[in-house]
């Protein structure tokens, strides 16, 4: 056997889902219950390193340059099983990730970091992989990082295999056609939130909404398609506003109730209408935490950035634009 290091390097960018996918139809392999729509976001960039090493023992995983907690290093090094048992090896890595998120965005970095390992760990082994395996293995890490493999706006198909390989992310839109905005409000940041699969089981265990949440979802994807495909920001705006707040809906419905938002977050809900009034395309988006994103126009994202910075509660914005797909850097 070789003793030599196999190294590669991969950028990915974070995405927001503008039809959620909040609902598994199998937990282990990370498969949805409906499909999804999102979009990459730059500048949410992480960048991963890995060397394979035969001579190595175990995983080693630095975030941010430190060695990464054990919960952190332990999800890693199972993810890199899979690639592992897919490429015949056994061989251990260090695996360096940093993500050049603006710091304490309180933003979720598991789909940028799972698309960025997916793409260096199977460089740095040689594997020959399509975009499509690539975003069903990224899946396999976190459900959301199939959907940051490809670029711009991409679908998430549900698919219907139970082995999860027709249910990945391809890209529907590249930002070059579909110049769409995200302003997101970092909020003083709340108790720590549940983390998305345990709020997702406790809601498809026990809220009365849930059934009627994935029917939403897929008359909303369809709704969706046809949005981007006629390049309306505000027609897509619409069908998100109302998947973002419905699966909410169905999450503050479970027993006990999912609560993500603060005060901001709704300040932040009255805000776009108001905004809407006064004829700007501007509509509310949120994730499994507190922080308000609205997606807008590229020309009343100034105006959009403004009103949101201005909100109490809001600590900083992020401004966002439709970005690419993960690839090999260096
Ligand atoms: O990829 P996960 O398991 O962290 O799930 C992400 C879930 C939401 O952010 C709430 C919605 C979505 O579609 O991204």
Redesign the pocket.
């Known amino acids: 056997m070789s003793s030599e290091k196999r190294s590669a390097t991969a950028r990915a960018l974070a995405n927001v ?1 503008l039809v ?3 609902g598994k139809r199998d937990v282990g392999m990370n498969l949805p219950a409906a499909s ?1 729509l ?1 979009v990459t976001l730059e500048p949410l960039v992480t960048r991963t390193r890995i060397s394979f090493d035969p001579a190595w023992s175990e995983d080693e995983v630095r975030l941010e340059g430190a060695v990464a907690g054990e919960r952190f290093t332990r999800r890693v090094s199972r993810f890199l099983d899979i690639v592992r048992e897919m490429a015949g090896t056994e061989e251990r890595a260090v695996v360096e990730t940093e993500n050049r998120f603006p710091t304490a965005a309180g933003l ?1 970095s ?2 940028s970091g799972f698309a960025a390992l997916a793409v260096a760990a199977t460089r740095a082994l040689g594997m020959d992989m399509t975009p499509s395996t690539l975003s069903a293995l990224a899946r396999r890490g ?4 199939a959907r940051s493999i490809s670029g711009g706006v991409s679908v998430w198909h549900r698919g219907e295999k139970p082995d999860g390989s027709d249910s990945f992310a391809e890209s529907i839109a590249l930002p070059e056609q579909l110049d769409l905005r995200l302003v997101v409000g970092v909020t003083d940041a709340g108790p720590k939130k549940l983390g ?2 345990e709020a997702m089981e406790q809601t498809r265990c026990t809220s009365a909404y849930y059934d009627n949440w994935i029917r939403v979802v897929e008359q909303d994807m369809t709704l969706a398609i046809q949005a981007v495909n006629a390049r309306d920001i505000d027609a897509l705006g619409e069908v998100a506003e109302g998947n973002a707040l419905a ?1 909410h809906a169905a999450a503050l419905a479970a027993r006990p109730g999912i609560l993500y938002w603060n005060g901001t977050t709704v300040e932040a809900i009255h805000l776009c209408r108001r905004l809407r009034q006064d004829g700007l395309a501007a509509y509310f988006t949120c ?2 935490g507190p922080q308000p994103k609205i997606l807008c126009s590229p020309d009343d994202e100034p105006q959009v950035a403004e009103a949101l910075s201005d909100l109490p509660g809001v600590t900083r914005i992020i401004r966002c634009r439709a970005g690419g797909g993960a690839a090999i850097e260096g």
């Open positions: 889902a959620k996918y909040f999804s999102s979720a598991s789909a976190s459900g959301s990082a998305s699969t699966m994730d499994a």
